[in-house]
């Protein structure tokens, strides 16, 4: 319940401060993506997530196991997850996970959302991911100069605000399928519709899409979200 009241009040504030979104646009592979699958499959799949919203750990754990099987280790598709954190606890997570190697950043993510009752819960959130990233090879100096990077923090909050800004994502997971929005953790055989629609209209296999540059959050905006977020995070 405290994580769910903490999400609301940041999606307000960020709402309101939020420059008005630019629904036409969609999203673009970038040169620091985490890629799942063959980065040159025709097919490419935006997931905006948070790694404390239950309706994303739903899609990982029931969805994305057969959508792997059938479509991206196949070639036929490939996935990029973009961070949406919805309060301070998916922050954390989100950073642990980015500082994992990247091989085996969707190792961390899939282990996050398996684990999500316990560490999301816990009454000592950073307690609980150190212990988890321990386990995934990660000292814990490592991790303390993981979630100390202001850096990282601030290139994760940026993913959230270019999705809302730009892109018009207000709820997790959103996915974005060759630029075709498909919101909420449908069922495999509902998600593979849309899929079909794009596997007729793309390019041979081999084709690829030159990266993009990430898109600049408002002027002044990260300032405002990254001390929200840290005034979040000083309590606990």
Not at 53 to 61: L, M, R, S, T, W
Request: glycine letters at 6%.
């Amino acid at each position: 319940m405290h994580i769910i009241r903490l999400a609301l009040i940041v999606t307000a504030f960020i709402g309101i401060a939020a420059s008005p979104v630019l629904a036409a646009e969609t999203p673009q592979p970038q040169s620091d993506d985490r890629v799942l699958g063959d980065a040159k499959a025709p097919i490419t799949i935006f997931e905006y997530a948070s790694l404390t919203c239950p309706h994303c750990a739903v899609f990982d754990q029931e969805t994305l196991p057969k959508l792997k099987t059938e479509w991206i280790d196949t070639g036929k598709a490939k996935l990029i997850l973009r961070d949406y954190p919805l309060d301070q606890s998916a922050l954390l997570a989100a950073m642990v996970a980015r500082c994992a190697p990247p091989d085996r950043f969707y190792a961390f993510i899939d282990t996050l959302f398996q684990s999500q009752l316990s560490w999301a819960q816990s009454s000592n959130v950073k307690g609980s991911l150190a212990r988890i990233a321990k386990v995934g090879g990660m000292s814990q100096a490592e991790f303390d100069q993981c979630v100390a990077d202001q850096k990282l923090s601030d290139s994760i909050i940026n993913s959230r605000l270019n999705g809302q800004q730009h892109y018009g994502v207000d709820s997790t997971p959103t996915f974005f399928i060759d630029g075709k929005k498909v919101v909420g953790e449908l069922p495999y055989e509902e998600f593979v519709k849309n899929l079909n629609g794009s596997a007729d209209s793309a390019p041979a296999t081999g084709a690829s899409t030159a990266a993009t540059a990430p898109v600049e959050p408002a002027p002044g905006m990260l300032d405002r979200v990254r001390s929200w977020f840290g005034s979040l995070m000083s309590r606990g």
